[in-house]
């Protein structure tokens, strides 16, 4: 049986992962640290092995490694916010960067030799112009927030571990992935929270937004944990693939999608403080790179993600509130 290590395996995508590896037949361990909710994995935690770890902390990450010592290593563990890395800076480059130090060096310097997945992201990309749309692996990156500079080093690093010491190391940029268990501080699963908080009466039924104008390559995260699979186990090392729908809507859409699934009339109302000092205006990728090599394709239609990222907030609603 194959053996997989999961950094941050009790997050949004690093949950829908372990679920995935573990029909596969392999064996999930996962790190977690110790103030970790494990919300995401409650009905999976019986079948996987949670080791305690903080991926800034380079002994228990080494300590992590040596006790799983992995085929495959998904390293997802990270402050994943954008928003989160204008208010915490030195936090974010901290936790996604030299945790990343941390990890490839454990496995240097273990006796074990995984295949790594560094999970990049399109923020490094940054600015991008209509003419560079849709966006290829080989575009310049010119990242527009904290959390995008430290990824890029973050996907630097994994290639400069396969250059300089042979490491097996894959590096993956997904553009915009959510669906269930997606965090309240991402946008598409924001609106849904907030609908679902008026159909519970909690709210008055106004949502509040932010930049409705910028534009997303959206896929669903079921469909992106089967890539990073598809990426430790057919891709070159050393390579960057790009990970994404190759379609683009904005949020505005997103919005009105979601709308259209409550028959609550809604009032929508742009709050300042959800404007960032500097966004991502228009963006959407081209993956046929990733699809040549692996034959991945999109499973899960964008309605049909929205609708279960709404029923999940529902259902998490109701829970809270008839305690």
Not at 11 to 38: C, N, Q
Not at 97 to 121: F, W, Y
Request: contains cysteine.
């Amino acid at each position: 049986m194959k053996r997989a290590l999961i950094t941050g395996i009790t997050g949004f995508a690093g949950s829908h992962l372990a679920e995935f590896l573990l029909k596969k037949g392999v064996e999930v361990y996962g790190t977690r640290r110790w103030r970790s909710k494990l919300d995401n994995i409650i009905n999976i935690e019986d079948r996987i092995k949670l080791l305690e770890a903080d991926i800034r902390d380079g002994y228990s990450v080494a300590k992590a490694v040596e006790e799983s010592s992995p085929d495959y290593i998904f390293h997802l563990a990270s402050q994943s916010s954008v928003s989160t890395s204008w208010k915490a800076p030195v936090d974010t480059m901290e936790t996604n960067t030299i945790g990343t130090i941390h990890l490839l060096e454990a496995v240097r310097q273990s006796k074990c030799d995984p295949v790594i997945q560094i999970a990049g992201t399109s923020e490094e990309y940054g600015m991008v112009y209509p003419d560079e749309l849709p966006v290829r692996e080989m575009n310049p990156l010119r990242p527009l927030s904290t959390y995008a500079v430290s990824k890029l080093a973050t996907d630097k690093l994994g290639y400069q571990y396969h250059m300089s010491y042979g490491m097996k190391v894959v590096i993956t940029r997904a553009f915009n992935h959510t669906g269930p268990r997606r965090g309240d501080v991402f946008v598409t699963s924001n609106f849904a929270k907030q609908i679902a908080e008026i159909e519970h009466g909690i709210k008055k039924p106004i949502i509040y937004v932010g930049n409705l104008n910028a534009s997303r390559d959206f896929t669903d995260v079921r469909d992106i944990v089967n890539a990073y699979w598809l990426a430790v186990t057919k891709c070159e090392y050393g390579n960057v693939y790009n990970i994404c729908s190759e379609k683009i809507r904005t949020i505005q859409s997103v919005l009105d999608l979601l709308l259209g699934l409550t028959d609550k009339k809604i009032e929508i109302k742009q709050e300042p403080s959800r404007i960032r000092p500097s966004d991502v205006e228009l963006i959407y990728g081209d993956c046929s790179k990733f699809k040549a090599v692996t034959d991945w394709k999109q499973e899960i239609a964008f309605e049909k993600t929205m609708d279960d990222l709404l029923n999940y907030w529902r259902e998490r609603v109701r829970a809270m509130y008839t305690q």
